[in-house]
């Protein structure tokens, strides 16, 4: 009898406990991350990846029922799967575009973008390239406007006293936000380049391309050569004030032009009504500066994570009773 009753003493006393506290402690977010569960997907840049993917190992720490899954299908990519609500973060090497906001509106998806790092896009020859230590901004539109497709195929049509040698490109394929900025920055146009040339949207085919052929020349992310520098030759940039290599200095200081750029994720209304998106989120914004910077990128100045810290609690305030 004495059991019987202490099992009904507990169960009372349990289901006080329970209505008071508002239910499952798993979907509200508790006193502390360790009450948060949940799957968190997200999708998008490639070179936005390896500061979610290493912001996401840290978070599973102090969150660990929190699954965090990240895709690389390009920014573009992203973006389609976020605008059909597949996703509820979504990398980003450049500002949405106007097509891709329009998608998220017709389908009743909000969402703000934060600002999270700064890259350099980073033009790579093979080593063993002993000719080329530096293009200037009209070389480089010369290779790759639509105009050099099956035209500008040899080193030596770049460029006198550049060998007799063919040009091989490599470069992020068309739903890359890094092939957008890219061309926008160097063509004049985003989008707009030559289709001869061997697409990846995975920067490490790119790297290893690049790095198995003399004649090579390809561009990707800052991050992406800092992991490979041993395979690769940096080419410094001529904006029109001498060449340049980019660098955590030269992209904070803004002399690697034009080839700089912000770095984004894009949170959803949806999931601004998830305590585990919206606790992610947070120890993304307090923990970007150092990632980024153990990744390879530059980090913003605090002042600016903690704008955007506030930009992000503001537009859960909006979501959270909806």
């Known amino acids: 009898m004495n059991a019987i009753i202490k099992s009904m003493i507990f169960l009372l006393v349990g289901g006080f ?37 290493a912001i996401a190992e840290e978070f599973r720490e102090v969150a660990p029922d929190v699954h965090v899954t990240i895709g690389v299908s390009g920014t573009g990519g992203g973006f389609r799967k976020f605008s059909r609500g597949e996703t509820l973060i979504s990398d980003a090497s450049r500002p949405i575009k106007d097509e891709e906001a329009k998608a998220c509106q017709e389908n009743g998806i909000g969402y703000v973008e934060l600002e999270v790092a700064y890259d350099g896009l ?26 050099a497709q099956d035209a500008v195929k040899n080193w030596n049509q770049v460029r006198d006293g550049f060998p007799d040698a063919p040009l091989n490109l490599f470069g992020p394929g068309t739903a890359s936000g890094t092939f957008d900025y890219f061309t926008e920055a160097i063509v ?29 020349l390809g561009f990707f992310g800052l991050a992406y050569f800092e992991e490979n520098a041993d395979k690769l030759k940096l080419i410094a940039v001529d904006g029109g004030e001498g060449p340049v290599k980019p660098s955590l200095e030269t992209v904070m200081n803004g002399s690697y032009q034009p080839l700089s750029r912000p770095l984004f994720i894009y949170v959803s209304s949806e999931g601004a009504r998830r305590p585990e998106v919206v606790k992610f989120v947070e120890f993304y914004l307090n923990n970007a500066a150092k990632i980024a910077e153990d990744v390879g990128y530059v980090p913003a100045p605090q002042s600016e994570y903690d704008e955007q810290l506030k930009k992000f609690k503001d537009f859960v305030a909006r979501f959270r009773n909806q």
Not at 20 to 31: I, P
Not at 123 to 140: G, I, K, M, Q, S
């Open 122 to 147: 980073a033009v790579v020859a093979n080593p063993e390239n002993d000719w080329c230590d530096y293009l200037t901004v009209e070389e480089l539109k010369k290779i790759w406007e639509p105009e």
């Open 17 to 53: 406990f329970f209505a008071a506290c508002g239910g499952d402690a798993s979907s509200r977010g508790g006193n502390g991350d360790n009450a948060l569960s949940g799957k968190i997907e997200i999708d998008g840049s490639s070179t936005v990846y390896p500061i979610s993917e």
């Open 188 to 216: 004049g146009e985003s989008g707009r380049s030559r289709g001869d040339y061997m697409p990846s949207e995975d920067d490490h085919v790119l790297v290893q391309g690049v790095a198995g052929d003399k004649n090579a």
